[in-house]
Nanobody, 116 residues
Framework: QVQLVEVGGGLVQPGGSLRLSCAASTFTFSNYDMSWYRQTPGKERELVAAMRSTGGSTIYADSVKGRFTIFRDNAKNTVDLQMNSLQPEDTAVYYC?????????WGQGTQVTVSS
């Protein structure tokens, strides 16, 4: 069974926006820290944004701070990433992650391409 499913990727011009969504299929979000990562071929997977299980604390990579926002809804088992002012360097496969002491789940990724 797929643990996490991401949707919302695609092609966008520089300066445009996309909203990524992630949903759980076999577990509930309430006790998990949720995050978004991204990765390009040959490079290390990079943390983009994260939110604690309580929903009261968030962190962002310096490269996206002020442009990206993470949202979670524990009741609906979803976490979203709103991406504004996209630039070519944001091009990557974006992955949703759910982490606890006992489990670590990854989605299969969704491609985001920023190009003219």
């Amino acid at each position: 069974q797929v643990q996490l499913v991401e949707v919302g990727g695609g092609l966008v011009q520089p300066g445009g926006s996309l909203r990524l969504s992630c949903a759980a299929s076999t577990f509930t979000f309430s006790n998990y820290d949720m995050s978004w990562y991204r990765q390009t071929p040959g490079k290390e997977r990079e943390l983009v944004a994260a939110m604690r299980s309580t929903g009261g604390s968030t962190i962002y990579a310096d490269s996206v701070k002020g442009r990206f926002t993470i949202f979670r809804d524990n009741a609906k088992n979803t976490v979203d990433l709103q991406m504004n002012s996209l630039q070519p360097e944001d091009t990557a496969v974006y992955y949703c992650n759910a982490h606890s002491v006992w489990n670590n789940y990854w989605g299969q990724g969704t491609q985001v391409t920023v190009s003219s």
